[in-house]
Each structure stands twice: as structure tokens, then as C-alpha cells.
């Protein structure tokens, strides 16, 4: 399984970055339903997209939290 995060969106793609620093366009009627910047998305070796909800969140926290320090919240 392979895994990939949507950078942002471009009109009708999603840019989507790999662990490697690879970009992926792909087209928006391809994502999971309510796919959104940021989340992470998990490919399954038959092509099906899935977002990755556990690890979307845990980014999520990661950052926020590196926020916090860096603005001395």
C-alpha cells in the first residue's frame, strides 16, 4: 500500500505528494468523498483511494503542536 498526501488543488486535480517528493495529479472524481488538502491517502494495490483518517489526524496534531512552540502559545 502506498501512501500519498493532497498538496492542493488545482481545477479539476488534486496534487498529491509520496513520501519520495513525487507529484501526482489526480483528477477530483477520483478522491474519497470529502477529501481535502492535507489528508493523507492510502492507495491499495487494486487502485482504490482511501483516506487514511488516523494518520491525517496525527499529522494534523504534529503540526499544530509545532505551531504552538514556534509561536510560544
Do not use: H, W
Not at 17 to 31: R, V
Amino acid at each position: 500500500m502506498r501512501k500519498m498526501t493532497i498538496d492542493r488543488f488545482d481545477g479539476i486535480y488534486a496534487i498529491c505528494e509520496d513520501k519520495d517528493k513525487n507529484f501526482f495529479a489526480i483528477e477530483l472524481g477520483e478522491l474519497p468523498q470529502g477529501a481535502k488538502a492535507g489528508d493523507v491517502l492510502l492507495i491499495t494495490d487494486d487502485g482504490t483511494l482511501e483516506i487514511d483518517r488516523e494518520e491525517t489526524e496525527r499529522r494534523r496534531r504534529r503540526i499544530q503542536e509545532k505551531q504552538s512552540k514556534l509561536l510560544g502559545l
